[in-house]
């Protein structure tokens, strides 16, 4: 046995695996990834951009799709890079500090995203099955003392997490099997009993997660009704296909990272690459495919889109 590293006053770095089995394959594999992010980062900053410059879009809706944007652009920021060095230049080192940083990110924005989801849901269940009330009940301010409730929910969550964790011994064999530094991955290192972290974060996810999409469940449940309800059959559909792309996606990131973490606790004849490649695709395809379900498919967003775009046009013909 690997002799524990019983101080972490001055700890050695970790290693990333990357896709473990996979690593002949890594830079063909890095091509989806790469096309994703760059797709995430240009589709959030159009939308945050938007909102942001478009007085019309200071809305609550608005304000939520600009904290999505926000969130998703954090997270798959702290993720995507390092995972793409890993990949493209073999570099796999992280310091020990910079592997708890960046996983109080990941789950941290991971939790905030969640609050966010419900919070847009429970605003199109105001605005479709109350709406003579919804200016009374939501405001922009009231958004923004959301989002802030969101981002103190999860950071309450996981400073408690990052204690438990960065107190833990760690063997001197300090490879992780996985792009990022994944917390059950990390937790696999330590030379010393994690039940505690264990139970701390199974129970913390489940509540936080099992709450919020039972939210929203009850949510877009009750709009479906009254959406089923509506005179005009094109409205029905228009509502119903709205709904669908919402549903859809907020499905991938709720079943993506309840599968992430349920696979790697209960799952030990799963092979570890299908493991890693399920944890990086649930924080890869939903900052991709948010702005464009959330945020370029509303039309407000689009024509906000569509007049930034032109003055940066005529900026650029004017330098010219």
């Known amino acids: 046995m690997s002799a524990p590293n019983r101080s972490n006053t001055n700890p050695l770095p ?22 994703t992010y760059i797709m995430a980062l240009l589709g959030n900053t159009l939308v945050l951009l938007a909102v942001g410059l478009d007085r019309s879009l200071h809305e609550p809706m608005y304000c939520f799709i600009a904290m999505l944007a926000l969130i998703d652009l954090i997270f798959s920021t702290a993720v995507v890079p390092k995972m793409l060095g890993v990949f493209w230049w ?11 940083i960046q996983m ?3 789950h941290t924005f991971t939790a905030v995203e969640s609050g966010v989801l419900l919070a847009m849901s429970l605003d199109r269940y105001v605005a479709i099955c109350h709406p003579l009330r919804y200016s009374t009940i939501l405001t922009s301010l009231r958004a923004i003392q959301v989002g802030l409730l969101s981002l103190a929910r999860g950071v309450g969550i996981m400073i408690p997490l990052m204690w438990l964790l960065t107190s833990l011994p760690y ?4 490879v992780i099997p996985h792009c990022y530094c994944e917390h059950m991955a990390v937790v696999g290192l330590a030379c010393a009993d994690t ?8 129970s913390a996810a489940t509540l936080l997660v099992g709450t919020d999409f039972a939210f929203i469940t009850f ?4 709009i479906l009704r009254a959406v089923l309800r509506l005179p005009s059959h094109r409205a029905r559909l228009k509502a119903l ?9 907020i499905l991938i990131f709720y079943i993506g990272g ?4 349920y696979l790697q606790i209960f799952t030990r004849s799963l092979a570890p690459h299908i493991q890693v490649l399920v944890a990086d695709s649930y924080l890869t395809v939903p900052p991709m495919l948010n702005p464009l379900v959330y945020g370029i498919k509303v039309k407000q967003i689009q024509e906000g889109i569509c007049k930034l775009l032109g003055q940066l046009a005529g900026l650029r013909s004017s330098q010219a």
């Open 195 to 202: 039940a505690t972290s264990h139970r701390y974060s199974l």
């Open 241 to 249: 296909g709205t709904c669908g792309s919402h549903v859809f996606v």
């Open 219 to 222: 949510s877009y449940c009750t």
């Open 104 to 106: 109080f990110f990941i």
């Open 171 to 174: 063997c001197s064999s300090r």
């Open 90 to 100: 073999d570099s796999r080192e992280i310091g020990f500090e910079a592997c708890f």
């Open 258 to 261: 309840l599968l992430s973490m």
């Open 14 to 35: 970790f290693l990333l695996m990357g896709i473990p089995d996979l690593e002949v394959f890594h830079v063909w594999i890095s091509i989806p990834f790469c096309v």
